[in-house]
Nanobody, 119 residues
Framework: QVQLVESGGGLVQPGGSLGLSCAAS????????MSWYRRAPGKERELVAS????????KYADSVKGRFTISRDNAKNTVYLQMDNLKPEDTAMYYC????????????WGQGTQVTVSS
């Protein structure tokens, strides 16, 4: 059974940091590119960051460049998102996504973890 389980969300003050984790199971993790998306209330889902299957390539939304860092540990089947200098506009539900590098229809989502940035 495929599972993506996010953790690490919570409430943080502006300027603070949070680290998200997404533990994967039920599929060959190293064959999948991984991404973090977010959806804020009343807004469309946004791609935050992505990382290639072996971690050699990363991409970021302009809104988080220089503040967020995506990484992965294929030995632990886990992808991470380190979020620094958080802003109120980063408040959203954050979702982990896995896409097979060759078969785009193999596409999985986690249930999400809430991040709230507020004083």
């Amino acid at each position: 059974q495929v599972q993506l389980v996010e953790s690490g969300g919570g409430l943080v003050q502006p300027g603070g940091s949070l680290g998200l984790s997404c533990a994967a199971s039920g599929f060959l993790f190293s064959y999948y590119a991984m991404s973090w998306y977010r959806r804020a209330p009343g807004k469309e889902r946004e791609l935050v960051a992505s990382i290639s299957n072996v971690g050699g390539s990363t991409k970021y939304a302009d809104s988080v460049k220089g503040r967020f860092t995506i990484s992965r540990d294929n030995a632990k089947n886990t992808v991470y998102l380190q979020m620094d200098n958080l802003k109120p506009e980063d408040t959203a539900m954050y979702y982990c996504n896995a896409v097979h590098t060759s078969v785009a229809t193999l596409n999985y989502w986690g249930q999400g973890t809430q991040v709230t940035v507020s004083s």
